[in-house]
């Protein structure tokens, strides 16, 4: 509000509960709807897959929308600025990253950090999967193309190609 921002969705990358803890908070204050990944519901109506459960309250999320692959996501408030889906799992099932070719962006979540990989060790995690998304999906984006993650400060494609020899 105090930046003017028009916020028209809540896009989740993932629904582990240190993504998804204020969803129902912001979707009431703001009358939002949320998206997610159709493989989402799991990990959103599930406090053990979303790992609330092993740290206060378990968290449920209900009542979401749902986006899967090469969906495009625009916004009305900016209509030069549109978010392609492209599904990464490895870190969980539902992981996704959201990429705006115009802004040379891309929110990645906890798929990639700058300087590291995502953690496979809770429910639906997979090395295997995670490196492959890594790989055909974030590395093949252009080499400017900024990399938000969920938990570190942002990084380049480019650079964390070279990080990993590719």
Do not use: Q
Request: neutral net charge.
């Amino acid at each position: 509000r105090k930046e003017g921002w028009t916020i028209e969705k809540i896009l989740l990358t993932h629904g582990h509960f240190d993504h998804t803890g204020a969803v129902d908070l912001l979707r009431k204050e703001l009358g939002i709807p949320v998206l997610a990944h159709s493989r989402s519901r799991e990990y959103l109506l599930d406090p053990r897959m979303n790992l609330s459960v092993f740290c206060g309250p378990p968290l449920v999320i209900k009542e979401t929308a749902s986006f899967d692959e090469g969906d495009v996501i625009m916004l009305s408030a900016a209509l030069a600025i549109s978010l392609r889906v492209l599904y990464t799992p490895g870190h969980t099932t539902d992981s996704v990253v959201l990429y705006s070719a115009a802004e040379r962006a891309a929110f990645v979540g906890d798929t990639i950090f700058k300087g590291s990989l995502g953690d496979t060790r809770y429910p639906g995690g997979k090395r295997s999967d995670l490196l492959r998304s890594i790989g055909e999906k974030i590395f093949s984006l252009p080499e400017d193309t900024v990399l938000y993650s969920g938990h570190s400060e942002k990084t380049t494609v480019g650079v964390e190609k070279r990080r990993y020899g590719m």
